[in-house]
């Protein structure tokens, strides 16, 4: 079993390989995905996750943008970096930000899934970027009621043990283990969804990187000042989500009235990877609302 992806060994089995490249900045050896020209569309994956979750939506999103999609630090093909400030939510914003500087692109919408809209709400708040919309995807923007200290603590903990990311990659082997993961999720996925992520958590790399910024995150600080954003958050709910509860989005609401929600009946907490075409179709429609491409608003 081998520590982490590599690139020239793992790429055969990755989707849209042919759109990868690796940029230093920030202090950490990213892996990112760019695709199609035009306004700078950027699309931030979940906690254990990897650019592979937008698979299905990139082609056709890179017809109307410049589509980036990085691996965050310590996952996918990105580099584990050793400063552990970038696990934090603002230092993971920062470096972020100092990728995009690197690549010369102001996004003019970003996409997140569940921790990634964290991170692109947090980026927005700190003024590092400035985008028309931002879209969450069953977000991650509040703590997880009483059991974050102990959840978070834990996952410290884990980060801690060297051995405890070569014992998850490990198990990851194992028949059915993450097919049972992704069960628990709500989320039904395609076979080749799963051997994607099967393939991610046999890596103790990515489990590492995966803990350190679960172990690093403090969401009562994001709370606190998520008020104060300023930019247009619309969050794509699924109801079928039993990673993050539905109703945590009506909880955004009261702190942020501004804020929209649309509910997406059937699907989990990967919902953009069980129906790639109606977020897809969304995400367009958005971005024409917002004046981001040109089009009528249908």
């Not at 969450?136 to 703590?143: D, H, K, T």
């Not at 980060?159 to 405890?164: E, Y």
């Not at 059937?266 to 367009?284: D, K, M, R, V, Y």
Request: proline content about 6%.
């Amino acid at each position: 079993m081998s520590e982490r992806l590599v690139f020239g060994r793992d790429k055969q089995e990755w989707p849209h390989r042919a759109a990868s490249r690796f940029v230093s900045a920030g202090g950490v050896d990213w892996h990112v995905q760019i695709m199609g020209e035009g306004p700078v569309l950027l699309l931030l994956h979940g906690a254990g996750a990897s650019a592979h979750t937008w698979r299905d939506l990139m082609p056709e999103l890179a017809q109307h943008f410049r589509v980036i999609a990085p691996d965050f630090p310590g996952q996918g093909f990105s580099a584990l970096p050793r400063r552990s400030v970038t696990f934090t939510l603002p230092g993971m914003s920062r470096a972020v930000a100092d990728l995009l500087i690197a690549l010369k692109a102001t996004p003019e919408m970003i996409v997140g899934h569940s921790a990634g809209c964290a991170v692109a709400v947090r980026m927005a708040l700190d003024g590092l970027v400035t985008p028309k919309a931002i879209v969450g995807i069953n977000p991650a923007l509040l703590p997880f009621h009483a059991v974050n200290s102990l959840y978070s603590g834990l996952a410290k903990l884990l980060a801690l043990n060297p051995l405890v990311p070569w014992f998850v990659s490990s198990q990851a082997r194992h028949p059915r283990t993450v097919e049972r993961l992704i069960d628990e999720t709500g989320s039904r996925l395609n076979e080749q969804g799963v051997a994607l992520y099967r393939h991610l958590a046999q890596q103790s790399s990515h489990v590492a990187g995966t803990l350190r910024m679960m172990a690093n995150w403090n969401l009562d600080e994001l709370r606190a000042i998520l008020p104060k954003l300023r930019v247009p958050l619309v969050l794509m709910v699924g109801s079928r989500d039993r990673t993050i509860d539905p109703d945590r989005a009506h909880d955004i609401r009261r702190l942020l009235p501004a804020a929209e929600v649309l509910n997406v009946q059937g699907l989990g907490h990967l919902a953009h990877e069980e129906n790639p075409q109606l977020f897809t179709s969304e995400i367009l429609r958005l971005a024409r609302r917002f004046s981001v491409i040109g089009g009528d608003d249908v």
